[in-house]
């Protein structure tokens, strides 16, 4: 049973960085793409990183291009989102996501509907 995990979510000033995790558990992380979304209150999900299975390549919402960072360690069972120069318009609660891809592939996507399982989400707050 595939299992995701959030954490490092909170509150940071505008500027500030934060380092989200996404830890998996119950199935091999290699042979998924995660992708990272959020939701803001009233809005829709948003797409905003996603890093193929391979590890070599990676997409990033316009939004966040230059800010946020993915990144993943198969061996650990985990895909981080390191965010930088944070804005209060990043004030949402996000999630990780994974779907099941053939091999070692270098694909990603930032549509909610590719991906199969998700996490419970962690709040992010940026306000002074």
Same mark, same amino acid.
């Given at each position: 049973?595939?299992?995701?995990a959030?954490s490092?979510?909170g509150l940071?000033?505008?500027?500030?960085?934060?380092?989200?995790?996404?830890?998996?558990?119950?199935?091999?992380?290699?042979?998924?793409?995660?992708?990272?979304?959020?939701?803001?209150p009233?809005?829709?999900?948003?797409g905003?990183?996603?890093?193929?299975?391979?590890?070599?390549?990676? @997409? %990033?919402?316009d939004?966040?291009?230059?800010?946020?960072?993915?990144s993943?360690?198969?061996?650990?069972? !985990? $895909?981080?989102?390191?965010?930088?120069?944070l804005?209060?318009?990043?004030?949402a609660v996000?999630?990780?996501?994974?779907?099941h891809?053939a091999?070692y592939? @270098? %694909?990603?996507?930032?549509?909610?509907?590719n991906?199969?399982?998700?996490?419970q989400?962690?709040?992010? !707050? $940026?306000?002074?």
């Amino acid at each position: 049973q595939v299992q995701l995990a959030e954490s490092g979510g909170g509150l940071v000033q505008p500027g500030g960085s934060l380092r989200l995790s996404c830890v998996a558990a119950g199935f091999t992380l290699e042979y998924f793409a995660i992708g990272w979304f959020r939701q803001a209150p009233g809005k829709e999900r948003e797409g905003i990183s996603s890093i193929s299975s391979s590890n070599l390549r990676t @997409d %990033y919402a316009d939004s966040v291009k230059g800010r946020f960072t993915i990144s993943r360690d198969n061996a650990k069972a !985990t $895909v981080d989102l390191q965010m930088n120069s944070l804005e209060p318009e990043d004030t949402a609660v996000y999630y990780c996501a994974a779907v099941h891809v053939a091999g070692y592939s @270098d %694909y990603v996507t930032l549509s909610s509907k590719n991906y199969e399982s998700w996490g419970q989400g962690t709040q992010v !707050t $940026v306000s002074s």
